[in-house]
């Protein structure tokens, strides 16, 4: 089995709801790391190219990039939690992978004792 790490960032505010408690709005440098994994590399002997998943997770993550979480449409109007944010960058980019080739994880750093990893 082979895999592949890409990481980006990208600065937003959220403010999550914690047990009915409102958090005061706050923002990070969020850091993204996927993982792409795929048993065979192609003719090439890559599994998948850097800058296609790069070019990829840009795109998925252009409206989160400086915007507040809690007030944009594409995070669905969900609790913005580094979960949910895992989330939603594992299933769209999971829509976008081709080939033999599969999203194996997203772990999104808040703060760097905090990161949460979505597992697909």
Not at 20 to 40: L, M
Not at 86 to 103: E, H, P
Not at 107 to 116: Q, V, Y
Request: net charge negative; hydrophobic share 35%.
């Amino acid at each position: 089995m082979f895999s592949v790490h890409v990481t980006t960032s990208f600065n937003a505010v959220h403010a999550v709801t914690i047990r009915g408690e409102d958090e005061t709005p706050h923002s990070h440098n969020w850091k993204v790391e996927v993982v792409i994994e795929g048993e065979t590399l192609d003719e090439d002997g890559v599994l998948i190219d850097f800058l296609e998943v790069e070019g990829q997770l840009e795109t998925i993550i252009e409206p989160l990039a400086e915007s507040n979480l809690n007030t944009i449409d594409t995070l669905e109007s969900t609790n913005p939690s580094a979960e949910r944010i895992a989330q939603y960058v594992g299933d769209a980019l999971s829509k976008q992978i081709r080939g033999n080739v599969r999203v194996q994880s997203v772990t999104i750093t808040e703060a760097t004792h905090c990161k949460a990893t979505y597992s697909l």
